[in-house]
């Protein structure tokens, strides 16, 4: 009995040692510490520069350090930089949580308040950072930096439900930083952007450069930002979330607007990204101070590369409008322009905005000569075209020019091949528009006010597709009616089963242009010899739920749409991989009648995502399903008071 008892205290004393050694430890950090300064508690908690020091950081479990798995919790008003000085592991994470505290600084903060710089499997959560009103436009003066380099990544990074104000930009990355995460974070009255990446550093271009960034991701766990970008002086791409040289970017569930005058630059601006899905997002209330849109995608940074694809699919924007430079005066809701490739735009909404989508070629000079070295070049003539454009199922309604335009700059050489514009809702288009205003050389770009346009000569078009799509009271404001603007001399056009309405009852026209600029105008639906005209195009009326209140849902009396439109393919139109999980693009998505588009909460945005093939395909981004005339109006349409 006496070896048993042995036994069983020597057994005790073994798994009670291995639970102290492997458990979590907590540690407390006030500005100037406090009692005996172990960190162990708050009443001896350690100072900022004990916790700065770095003989307080170690890699294995130690009751004396921060090792893998522990958690610090910061208390007090601080005014200096907060340096990470160790890593966790997986399953390991080291947690900083700022809940009791306000980081701030009185000077010249430089890069950050808080570092991170080579470290791995962190999260930072709950704190207040609030450095006071900035008058400078330096990027370098940052809420939280992170920093990775080619022998130091920064990786597995989580930044939480945190509160960052009154500073320049509220996170930077750069270099080479992987697995990011941002989430559940306010950012609001910032000079620069809310989220500002790329493979810079400040210090070098670091390589590889970023990937797997996600801003948001899920139901619950999106951002905010409000009045983000407003600096003293003018600087062009400050925005929510300025993202440069990044791959697989996941950005969703978020909220962003203005409520000050001096509106913010742009929502979502990427620059040489690739693989990108924009989802969920509510974007509204902004003026854009240098023409830039709430989404806007470039590929410039490095004309030799050809960037994207891009899904931009489920979000609502609203109210977006253009400042008043003459070569510039629209945003529209969104934009790709330069070296890119494949967009695919579906189950939006978007309305009271200059214009929707933008897709084009690019217009700036690339002085580094690629292809051809020595010489100066321009995008549009580099011979890297802009491919597979896919715009379908959305719901565009009173823009002040063009739901969709399609082009680049006149004289250009690269093609634009393969756009598909399908089964869109687009109501009241070119609210605006008084006299012709189109985007001719030498004129705005995005002044038309067509439903869809291809306006500026000089391109090379290939199979360009205009099928199925609705087009309600085109330029309501006028008594030329014209519903689209195509350019008809493209390789493999087709403009058909398109169904056009004006409830004034006024002739609907369609203007077609060939190279030279030559136009013609036909009356929509009517015969002609031009052979893309469109001879399958319908007119009436549609007799949708409420035009009045923008509830666009198919009745049972929609027989001119219901089961009328032209089949595009089955299966899907590509399946693209972002950050290791697959998304398929359908041919034959649709809205659903229980869709709701929610104009202050992400997560409330609904998708009641139908199947054309299940039903019979229809014109319009609705499908028509049996008995849901007995559903009530879809809630959320409507503009509500900004929150």
């Known amino acids: 009995?006496?070896?048993?008892?042995?036994?069983?205290?020597?057994?005790?004393?073994?798994?009670?040692t291995s639970i102290s050694f492997g458990a979590q430890s907590s540690y407390f950090v006030t500005p100037e510490g406090s009692g005996s300064r172990d960190g162990k508690t708050l009443s001896n908690a350690w100072s900022i520069n004990d916790f700065n020091n770095s003989n307080n950081w170690t890699d294995s479990d130690n009751n004396d350090t921060i090792d893998p798995g522990d958690t610090v919790y910061?208390?007090?008003?601080?005014?200096?930089?907060?340096?990470?000085?160790?890593?966790?592991?997986?399953?390991?994470?080291?947690?900083?949580?700022?809940?009791?505290?306000?980081?701030?600084?009185?000077?010249?903060?430089?890069?950050?308040?808080?570092?991170?710089?080579?470290?791995?499997?962190?999260?930072?959560?709950?704190?207040?950072?609030?450095?006071?009103?900035?008058?400078?436009?330096?990027?370098?003066?940052?809420?939280?930096?992170?920093?990775?380099?080619?022998?130091?990544p920064s990786t597995n990074i989580t930044i939480d439900n945190n509160d960052i104000t009154q500073t320049v930009t509220g996170i930077f990355y750069g270099g080479n930083v992987q697995n990011l995460t941002i989430t559940r974070n306010r950012f609001h009255d910032l000079n620069g952007s809310g989220v500002r990446g790329g493979k810079y550093t400040y210090d070098e271009w670091a390589w590889p450069p970023?990937?797997?960034?996600?801003?948001?991701?899920?139901?619950?766990?999106?951002?905010s930002f409000v009045n983000v970008g407003y600096l003293d002086s003018y600087y062009n791409t400050d925005a929510f979330a300025h993202l440069d040289h990044t791959s697989d970017i996941i950005f969703s569930y978020n909220i962003g607007y203005s409520t000050k005058t001096w509106w913010g630059m742009t929502g979502l601006y990427g620059?040489?990204?690739?693989?990108?899905?924009?989802?969920?997002?509510?974007?509204?209330?902004?003026?854009?101070?240098?023409?830039?849109?709430?989404?806007?995608?470039?590929?410039?940074?490095?004309?030799?590369?050809?960037?994207?694809?891009?899904?931009?699919?489920?979000?609502?924007?609203w109210n977006s409008h253009g400042d008043d430079k003459s070569w510039g005066d629209s945003s529209p809701a969104f934009t790709c322009s330069g070296n890119w490739a494949g967009l695919y735009a579906y189950g939006n909404n978007i309305h009271d905005c200059s214009s929707a989508f933008g897709p084009t070629l690019g217009y700036s000079s690339n002085k580094d000569g690629c292809p051809d070295s020595g010489t100066a070049k321009y995008l549009w003539r580099d011979g890297k075209d802009v491919n597979d454009i896919y715009i379908f199922s959305n719901i565009v309604s009173k823009t002040q020019g063009t739901a969709v335009y399609t082009g680049g700059y006149a004289g250009n050489n690269d093609s634009i091949n393969n756009v598909y514009v399908f089964n869109n809702t687009f109501y009241k288009i070119g609210t605006r528009q008084t006299d012709l205003g189109f985007g001719y050389a030498g004129t705005n770009l995005f002044t038309s006010s067509s439903g869809i346009g291809m306006t500026l000569k000089g391109y090379q078009y290939?199979?360009?597709?205009?099928?199925?799509?609705?087009?309600?009271?085109?330029?309501?404001?006028?008594?030329?009616?014209?519903?689209?603007?195509?350019?008809?001399?493209?390789?493999?056009?087709?403009?058909?089963?398109?169904?056009?309405?004006?409830?004034?009852?006024?002739?609907?026209?369609?203007?077609?242009?060939?190279?030279?600029?030559?136009?013609?105008?036909?009356?929509?639906?009517?015969?002609?010899?031009i052979s893309a005209d469109g001879k399958s195009n319908s007119i009436g009326n549609p007799h949708l739920k409420n035009l009045n209140e923008m509830d666009f849902r198919l009745t049972e009396n929609s027989t001119t749409l219901i089961g009328t439109g032209e089949k595009m393919g089955t299966g899907n139109i590509i399946t693209l991989e972002i950050q290791g999980q697959s998304y398929p693009i359908p041919w034959d998505f649709s809205l659903g009648p229980q869709t709701i588009f929610s104009t202050t909460d992400p997560d409330k945005i609904i998708i009641d995502e139908v199947s054309q093939n299940s039903l019979g395909w229809n014109r319009g981004a609705y499908a028509f399903v049996e008995s849901q005339d007995s559903l009530g109006k879809v809630k959320g349409v409507k503009v509500e008071a900004v929150p």
């Open 1 to 16: 009995m006496k070896c048993l008892t042995k036994f069983i205290i020597f057994l005790s004393v073994i798994i009670s």
């Open 74 to 152: 910061f208390s007090g008003t601080f005014k200096s930089i907060i340096y990470l000085k160790g890593s966790g592991t997986a399953g390991k994470i080291i947690t900083i949580d700022g809940a009791d505290a306000t980081l701030g600084y009185d000077g010249d903060w430089g890069r950050g308040l808080i570092r991170i710089d080579g470290k791995n499997f962190l999260t930072i959560k709950n704190f207040h950072i609030d450095c006071g009103y900035i008058t400078g436009t330096s990027e370098t003066h940052n809420g939280i930096y992170i920093k990775g380099t080619n022998e130091n």
């Open 210 to 223: 970023p990937k797997n960034i996600t801003i948001g991701g899920a139901p619950g766990m999106g951002n």
């Open 271 to 317: 620059n040489n990204i690739k693989n990108v899905l924009v989802e969920y997002n509510i974007l509204h209330s902004f003026n854009a101070d240098h023409h830039r849109p709430p989404i806007a995608m470039k590929g410039d940074l490095n004309p030799c590369e050809v960037h994207g694809p891009y899904i931009i699919r489920f979000n609502h924007i």
């Open 462 to 529: 290939n199979t360009h597709v205009y099928r199925n799509n609705l087009i309600i009271d085109p330029r309501p404001n006028d008594t030329y009616k014209l519903a689209m603007k195509l350019r008809s001399t493209a390789d493999n056009f087709v403009n058909d089963f398109n169904h056009a309405y004006d409830s004034s009852l006024k002739n609907i026209i369609i203007e077609y242009r060939d190279d030279s600029d030559n136009s013609t105008q036909v009356n929509w639906g009517s015969s002609s010899n």
